[in-house]
């Protein structure tokens, strides 16, 4: 782990409250591991790691002052990368997430070449490479249409990957990436602990993304 700047190359606005930041950087990451951002206030946020192209980006919803101020700045300290990488099971597989995270969906499809499908509540502002359905009934009539794919993998609100995992449970394994409190990203806070049926484990230095079967029912 190591702290560093980034400097932003350019800031999507893929819908109104969801952004992808490119930076001039290109850092070693593994999937789906992340950085903590500093804000103002002594909290620091996790943020996914990922590609916009050949460009090492973020995305970020913006939800209050912390992530309304990382998206007006034109340098960020950070420290990462952080949690484990993900590495999904071998054959065909489908990651399923919103517009926030634009940018590790385009990261895993490159590494995995997973399909990718996007729901979203609100049109989108720019143009993406992947199939993206809008509102909540065409999504879950999405969910119901995938077939043929030997894993899943779902990043978004936890209501969401909840309805996800329902559905999606009895056709191949499904992973979930867990969005916990955490102030450290290195397990000293123990902010981010969940329960699992393996025993307690920490969303930062044990996930983020764990089988869904092993933390919900």
Known sequence: MENFS?????????????????????IDFAPT?????????????PFALGKW??????????????????????????????????????GKGAMITTPACLAMAFDLHQRYSCDVFIGSLERLQMEIPFKTVFGNEKFVNLLKSLNGYDWFYVVGSDQMEKVA?????????????????????????????????????HVCIDGPVFRGDLVWN
């Not at 999606?168 to 329960?195: D, H, T, W």
């Open 165 to 201: 995992f329902n559905l999606l449970r009895e056709k191949a394994p499904v992973y979930l990436s867990f969005n916990e409190y955490m102030a450290c990203g290195i397990g000293a806070c123990r902010g981010c602990a969940i329960q699992t049926k393996e025993g307690i484990k």
């Open 33 to 45: 591991q992340f950085i903590m951002i500093e804000t103002p206030s002594v909290v620091r946020k």
């Open 6 to 26: 980034l400097t932003v190359k350019k800031t999507f606005e893929v819908t109104r409250d969801s952004f992808i930041i490119t930076f001039n950087e290109k």
């Open 53 to 90: 192209f050949d460009d090492l980006a973020i995305g970020i919803q913006v939800i209050g002052k912390g992530t309304q101020y990382i998206v007006k700045q034109d340098v960020l300290l950070a420290h990462g990368p952080l949690g484990r990488g993900f590495v999904p099971p071998s």
